[in-house]
């Protein structure tokens, strides 16, 4: 196993086996230790005192010997280790920064071809961020918002959201994390998604979603993003969601008064027309609606 998989095996708490622990043992542990260090350094916790625990943690990793027992040190390198991580969150990477990112604002969409030859292409008020220098190595990127992925056949990689990561090769899938939402939909070839130690696989025609921690898997009939017609369409769908996806497109605020947000919608609002978009959503459900700068403002008749 190489170093820095065996590292990340051992902070992650898996059990390693005689011969991976005996390898750790072996490891300049200290050297790995300024690597987390200099890239915690980077981002705020005011509550953790970096160099108190600098001077913990480098004692600890140079009792190599002594009457120390092997469960007792892992705990409190782990411990320690721990606020560097979960302070950082899903997306950091413990030996390298991402160099690239690629947004988009509302009403506006991108498309971006990765060094193997795949293709992204970004929704409204999304971004991806990965490491294009090192991308051979680290063959994985970051998602916030929506996209949709055009592996180039044959290679690989692995797509980090909030809730969950996608592992895909050569297919095509379509993402999309916004809030407590997580859907992926497979278009063509296979994708396994793991959320929560859970590892789901989509054949093409499929699709996985998560709202508040609930999985869902549902058929699909389309061959890409609806998204891709610069429309949004909804299938019974709860109405506060709409609003939402309303909100995302034209990077406005919605508010609403005397509006159940549960109340199911069916239908589809265009991407490049505010005043459309908000008949479309209004009408069939007999309200009204005001708009003042980037406030728009939903009520009954």
């Given amino acids: 196993m190489k170093k820095k998989d065996l ?4 902070l992650s708490n898996e059990q390693l086996t005689k011969h991976e622990s005996e390898a750790f043992e072996k ?3 200290y050297d790995s230790y300024i690597k987390i260090s200099k890239a915690a350094k980077s981002f705020s916790a005011p509550d953790y005192n970096i160099s108190s625990n600098q001077e913990i943690l480098e004692k600890k990793l140079l009792e190599r010997k002594g009457n120390i027992q092997k469960n007792s040190y892992q705990k ?3 411990r320690i280790a721990a606020v560097f991580v979960l302070g950082l969150g899903l997306y950091f990477s413990f030996f390298k920064e991402y160099d690239t990112t ?3 604002i509302a009403s506006e969409k991108a498309t971006h071809e990765l060094p193997d030859k795949s293709i992204i292409k970004l929704n409204a008020l999304s971004s991806i961020t990965y490491d294009k220098k090192n991308w051979d190595d680290e063959r994985k990127l970051s998602l916030e918002g929506e996209a949709f992925f055009n592996v180039a056949k044959g290679k690989k990689f692995d797509v980090y959201t909030p809730a969950g990561v996608v ?5 095509q899938f379509n993402i999309k994390q916004r ?9 063509e070839g296979v994708v396994s998604v793991t959320i929560a130690n859970q590892v789901k696989y989509l054949k093409a025609g499929n699709a996985l979603e998560l709202v508040s921690e609930q999985i869902k898997e549902k058929k ?4 890409e993003p609806n998204w891709y017609s610069n429309k949004s369409y909804f299938q019974e769908t709860p109405f506060v969601r709409v609003l939402k996806e309303l909100e995302w497109q034209y990077g406005v605020t919605v508010k609403t008064k005397n509006i ?4 199911l919608f069916t239908g589809n609002f265009v991407h490049s027309d505010i005043q459309t978009a908000l008949k479309s959503i209004t009408i069939p459900m007999r309200l009204k609606y005001v708009i003042n700068n980037k406030t728009v403002t939903l009520y009954k008749e």
């Fill in 27 to 29: 490891l300049n542990a």
């Fill in 102 to 104: 690629i947004n988009t």
């Fill in 220 to 223: 699909i009939i389309d061959k």
């Fill in 167 to 171: 592992s895909v090769i050569g297919t």
């Fill in 7 to 10: 590292i990340k095996k051992w």
């Fill in 179 to 187: 809030g407590d939402i997580f859907e992926v939909t497979c278009y």
């Fill in 76 to 78: 409190i390198f782990l």
């Fill in 260 to 263: 159940d947000p549960s109340i």
